[in-house]
Nanobody, 126 residues
Framework: QVQLVESGGGLVQAGGSLSLSCAAS????????MGWFRQVPGKEREFVAG????????SYADSLKGRFTISRDNAKNTVYLQMNNLKPEDTAVYYC???????????????????WGQGTQVTVSS
């Protein structure tokens, strides 16, 4: 119903920046919000940031606030994640997710999202 494709991952040195993109297709208007999650081997997938398609309201993981910025371009059905001052601990596979339900609060758990992209690898060297 909704297809999500992440891009923009790669290798960057600590302190550098990287921008990720998530292109959505299919029943895009049935998705109320988009989110970015990340996961490393042996750990659970964790919330990074979220944004509503309508209004652009955002939410961030407290530990990442100030370094990461989520944004969207409704005309392009694309969500972005600008990552600045990257640290080695930011190394992970980053996933884009879409939530169908319209809610007041942006979801911060994987169970609140219905569609997922394939992920894009971000590696930060020390």
């Amino acid at each position: 119903q909704v297809q999500l494709v992440e891009s923009g991952g790669g290798l960057v040195q600590a302190g550098g920046s990287l921008s990720l993109s998530c292109a959505a297709s299919g029943r895009t208007f049935s998705s109320a919000a988009m989110g970015w999650f990340r996961q490393v081997p042996g750990k659970e997938r964790e919330f990074v940031a979220g944004i509503k398609w309508s209004g652009g309201i955002t939410s961030y993981a407290d530990s990442l606030k100030g370094r990461f910025t989520i944004s969207r371009d409704n005309a392009k059905n694309t969500v972005y994640l600008q990552m600045n001052n990257l640290k080695p601990e930011d190394t992970a596979v980053y996933y884009c997710a879409a939530a169908r339900r319209l809610t007041v609060r942006i979801g911060t758990t994987t169970g609140e999202y219905d569609y997922w992209g394939q992920g894009t690898q971000v590696t930060v060297s020390s």
